[in-house]
């Protein structure tokens, strides 16, 4: 038995590997269904939501690319999703080139699934090179700031641009980023109502906001998504629980799981070790000591 539990101490990096492969896979194809605790700060941000009147515009500012698609995106989506099943009408726009583009996919998405109309229920003003500047001027004139949507639509004749005049007139600024502009925000649009997804690793130094008050409510990282859309029972198309949140935590979850195994075992494997005759003890190649 002790033999046994030496062999741990070398398991086969392929064989590893191989575990790896399909613990993150498998939650991807067959749901695992994992029980979601919200923390207070997502809590936070869906009451706001609710408490918003019906005619106040949510902004969402989707400063994501590529690089941080796999927190942000789900973040993203679940906002879009419940906005929606809300009737609550919102604006998209970014700093960042590619966070218009990857957002549109998911809006047009939920809007086919939930009958919303472009121009209507929701606008892309698309992407903007300069935040300061452009922050500035939406402070006093949104629709002057902008000038044309992502489909090059005047935005001064925009229902949607036409009920935020200034950036204090929207219910929500939501900034879900993974570049750390929040900061940019929080300077220069000082009296908006805000509130922030970001990745991960930037979550602990956006909690401070969130205590201040300066935040109406804080989504972090893949959690961060999973939890809003456990609190807001998020439907994707074909009517099932549970987004791209609540599947990928499904993957993460495996996968600490392994891990911890692996760690237990590579520690027996020590123990064991330790406890056989010197020429019973396996080798670093995991065999017996030559006779």
């Known amino acids: 038995m002790l033999e046994l539990l030496a062999n741990f101490r070398n398991i086969d990096r392929r064989i ?11 939650p991807l194809v067959v ?11 997502t809590t936070k941000l869906k009451d706001y939501i609710d408490r918003l009147p019906k005619d106040k515009i949510v902004l969402l500012a989707v400063d994501w690319d590529s690089g941080t698609r796999g927190e942000c995106r789900p973040q993203t989506e679940a ?62 004139d949104v629709a002057g700031a902008m000038k044309t949507d992502i489909r090059h639509n005047d935005l001064t004749k925009d229902p949607i641009t036409q009920q935020v005049k ?10 879900i980023t993974g570049t750390g502009l929040l900061n940019t925000y929080l300077q220069f649009c000082a009296g908006v109502p805000m509130a922030n997804g970001c990745t991960a690793v930037i979550g602990p130094e956006t909690y401070p906001y ?14 961060g998504a999973a939890q809003f859309e456990s609190i807001t029972d998020y439907r994707n198309a074909k009517g099932r629980p549970g987004g791209e949140g609540g599947v990928g935590m499904g993957s993460q979850s495996m996968g600490h799981l392994l891990v911890m195994i692996l760690i237990v075992l590579g520690n027996l494997g020590v123990w064991a070790a330790k406890k056989l005759p010197p020429s019973d003890a396996p080798n670093e190649r995991g065999e017996g000591e030559a006779s």
């Open 16 to 26: 590893v590997s191989l575990l790896t492969i399909v613990v993150l896979a498998v």
């Open 31 to 41: 749901r695992i269904p994992l029980p979601i605790h919200a923390f207070p700060a």
């Open 79 to 140: 906002m879009i999703n419940y906005l929606m099943r809300q009737d609550r009408k919102f604006a998209i726009f970014s700093f960042v080139p590619q966070g218009p583009e990857l957002t549109e996919d998911l809006a047009e998405a939920d809007a086919a699934q939930f009958h919303k109309t472009y121009g209507k229920d929701w606008v892309n003003w698309g992407y903007r090179p300069n935040p300061l500047v452009t922050l500035i001027g939406m402070m006093n």
């Open 166 to 175: 200034s950036l204090k007139d929207c219910g929500l600024l939501m900034e």
């Open 210 to 223: 969130l205590q201040s008050g300066q935040l109406q409510g804080l989504l972090v990282g893949l959690g």
